[in-house]
Nanobody, 125 residues
């Protein structure tokens, strides 16, 4: 499985960006998907996750109400719509996939099997 993240860039505080993660292969719908981020000097942290059928979505408290995770199983693509961006959102954003991960483990980055290369989001204040 290969993941390709894109959509990062430079945005002013209060602005919006949409990240995309395209997954290779024909079994995208089997994977629970997630976004993590890593700021300079900090550990990788959970941002959001979505179940296989988009029936459930999970968010870190720091992004709840500002970010929306979604997926299009027909396009093998996951998205992260980010709004109300602040300087604290500046980080490299990574997408992750796993077909077996359970809810109690999904907020820990080391439990995920597959990763994209990351896309940099820089928010200027």
């Amino acid at each position: 499985v290969q993941l390709q993240a894109s959509g990062g860039g430079l945005v002013q505080a209060g602005g919006s960006l949409r990240l995309s993660c395209v997954v290779s292969g024909r079994e995208f719908s089997r994977y629970r998907m997630a976004w993590f981020r890593q700021a300079p000097g900090k550990e990788r942290e959970f941002v959001a996750a979505v179940d296989r059928s988009v029936s459930n979505r999970y968010y870190a408290d720091s992004v709840k109400g500002r970010f929306t995770i979604s997926r299009d199983n027909a396009k093998n693509t996951m998205y992260l719509q980010m709004s109300g961006l602040t300087a604290e959102d500046t980080a490299v954003y990574y997408c992750a996939a796993d077909s077996r991960i359970i809810i109690s483990s999904m907020r820990t980055w080391s439990h995920w099997d597959y990763w994209g290369q990351g896309t940099l989001v820089t928010v200027s204040s």
